[in-house]
Structure formats: C-alpha cells, structure tokens
Nanobody
C-alpha cells in the first residue's frame, strides 16, 4: 500500500508563502500524476493542481500565477509552492497520486493551511 505523507502546512499572513511537501513511499515514477486538492470548511473538496510524470503542471484558475508545483524523483517528493496567499486559500490540503498502470488514487492525510483575514 502506497503512503503519502504531507508536510509544510501552517499559519501564514496574507501575502505570505508556504511550501507543502508530499513524500511517497514508492517511486513517484510509478504515478502518472500527482497533485493537490483542498477542502475549506463547509465546502467541497476541489482540485488545486497537478503535475504529470513529464513535469507538466496545471492549476485551477483561482491559484494560477500564485502556486507552482515541482517534483524531485530522488526524494520521491512533490512540492506545492504557494505564494501571495489569501484568506480564501485557507483549507486542508491533500496530496494525491494516481497509478500509472491502474485506476487507484492514493491520498495523504492532509495538512492545514490557514491564512487569516
């Protein structure tokens, strides 16, 4: 069973930055995509963005231009760099990974990001 461990969440003032990490217990080359979802209180979980095995990234409109994603195959880790954070970015952020040859998605336990208004 693949495990994903997130880290890097916390409290940051508006306009600040955070970097989330997601480390997999398996080689990230075994995944077609890895990415992040988030869920704010009282709202549905939404896709933040993802990175493919080729390094292509895509983000939801609300974070485009502020968030970037990268991957380090040697560390089996994907990073979500979040800049210019806004109160509306407050949520629990969940890392996921999709199997390259299969239909299974793996999820991390979530990490809280709080940007006070």
């Amino acid at each position: 069973q693949v495990q994903l461990v997130e880290s890097g969440g916390g409290l940051v003032q508006p306009g600040g930055s955070l970097r989330l990490s997601c480390t997999a217990s398996a080689s990230i080359s075994s995944f077609s995509t890895m990415g992040w979802h988030r869920q704010a209180p009282g709202k549905e979980r939404e896709l933040v963005g993802f990175i493919t095995s080729a390094g292509t990234t895509k983000f939801t409109d609300s974070v485009q231009g502020r968030f970037t994603m990268s991957r380090d195959s040697r560390k089996n880790t994907v990073y979500l760099q979040m800049n210019s954070l806004k109160p509306e970015d407050t949520a629990v952020y969940y890392c996921y990974a999709r199997e390259r040859y299969g239909s299974t998605d793996y999820w991390g336990q979530g990490t809280q990001v709080t940007v006070p208004s």
